[in-house]
């Protein structure tokens, strides 16, 4: 079974920094798409970034120039390097991956459990 595990969430003060990282495991033949989210109580999920097989990314306009999305396609990996944090990103992080388990099979959207980043002083 497909597996998605998040870290790198935490306590941060404003103007700082987190790594979040999202490493898939489990029977998995290929992954297109890798990304994250966020997703507060009572608000609408919204992108974050996302990552292409190829590597090309897409950052929403409130994270450009302050987080950077990468992937290890190796390590079946994807990291949010977050830098200059402010106090509206605090919300928790969901890693989001498309992927294929067996070949000429449909491919299916799987989600980690969530990261909580909080950004205060």
């Known amino acids: 079974q497909v597996q998605l595990v998040e870290s790198g969430g935490g306590l941060v003060q404003p103007g700082g920094s987190l790594r979040l990282s999202c490493a898939a495991s489990g029977r998995i033949f290929s992954i297109y798409g890798m990304g994250w989210y966020r997703h507060a109580p009572g608000k609408k999920r919204e992108l974050v970034a996302v990552?292409?097989?190829?590597?090309?990314?897409n950052n929403a306009d409130f994270v450009k120039g302050r987080f950077t999305i990468s992937r290890d396609k190796a390590k079946k990996t994807v990291y949010l390097q977050m830098n200059s944090l402010k106090p509206e990103d605090t919300n928790v992080y969901y890693c989001?991956?498309?992927?294929?388990?067996?070949?000429?099979?449909?491919?299916?959207?799987?989600w980690g459990q969530g990261t909580q980043v909080t950004v205060s002083s």
């Open positions: 989001n991956a498309n992927l294929r388990e067996y070949p000429r099979r449909p491919r299916y959207e799987y």
């Open positions: 990552i292409t097989s190829g590597g090309s990314p």
